[in-house]
């Protein structure tokens, strides 16, 4: 199945579901219980908005080894983490900002799962259990400002550098769905999720042991290879294979005269 979070004309934004291009409202929570209604709206008819409004977003770095290398750094032998704030999130089609702050802004295509199910010491046998769905993402990244801070809350923390879309899959097998970026429709990124250092169900199961995850809570799995600048004027398009793609425009921050 797939959830959309949509909104049409100035209607309050609410859960939905597709069926074969049309989209039917949701009565109740996707986290908890809900009963889907006729799907009568042409998927065309709505505004896509981020799937998910995350309570926290825990991203993992360095995931895929190749990634790594392309910057010159170890593989982690645990996985290394990082937030994102919530404020960060955008959806398909919404406007990834380039900050004034910022001389290099760089794409990273992701697999995100959603959580679906509160958990603490999740065991890896039962992380499947804890997840409603997934989704693609796009970590933006300040590159310059990442590398200068050495810590990275201000270059991954910026307003837009999280777009989620464009849907939650629940019927997706993590195991070996293929990522890609294209910018501008040149292929920028392309790896399997089979070439992650940690799995799916070892992220649940760790970053479970550290803080309780709540439903709607986002993981970001890690970039493969291949991350690249944006620049206004770009369009940027993470794909997941199974999932669809997210696409978004690239423009000046909207502060800026």
């Known amino acids: 199945m797939r959830f959309i979070r949509y909104k049409t004309g100035h209607d309050a934004p609410r859960y939905g579901w597709i069926y074969e291009e049309k989209v039917g409202p949701i009565d109740g929570s996707i986290f908890d219980e809900y009963r889907r209604l006729e799907a009568t709206l042409p998927l065309s008819a709505v505004t896509l908005l981020a799937p998910v409004v995350p309570s926290k977003i825990i991203c993992v770095g360095r995931n895929f080894a190749d990634h790594a290398r392309e910057q010159g750094l170890d593989v982690p032998e645990i996985p290394l983490l990082f937030l994102k704030p919530p404020s960060a999130v955008i959806g398909p089609g919404a406007a990834i900002e380039i900050p004034p702050q910022s001389q290099l802004v760089e794409h990273e295509a992701e697999l995100a799962i959603v959580i679906g199910r509160e958990g603490r010491w999740i065991g ?20 310059d400002l990442q590398r200068r801070d050495g810590q990275w809350t201000r270059g991954k923390g910026f307003d837009t550098f999280c777009p989620l879309g464009p849907w939650i899959d629940t019927e997706l097998d993590p195991a070996d769905a293929l990522i890609s970026c294209r910018v501008d429709g040149k292929i920028r990124q392309m790896a399997s999720t089979r070439d992650m250092v940690f799995t799916v169900q070892q992220l649940v199961a760790f970053i479970s042991s550290i803080m309780r995850l709540l439903p709607g809570d986002v993981i970001l799995t890690g970039t493969p290879a291949g991350i690249g600048p ?13 999932i669809g793609s997210l696409t978004n425009p690239v423009i000046e921050s909207l502060t800026v005269s």
Do not use: Q
């Open 124 to 143: 890896m046998d039962k992380a499947s259990d804890y997840i409603l769905g997934y989704t693609a993402a796009n970590d933006v990244t300040a590159r």
């Open 230 to 242: 944006l620049e206004p004027g770009n369009n940027v398009e993470v794909t997941i294979e199974g």
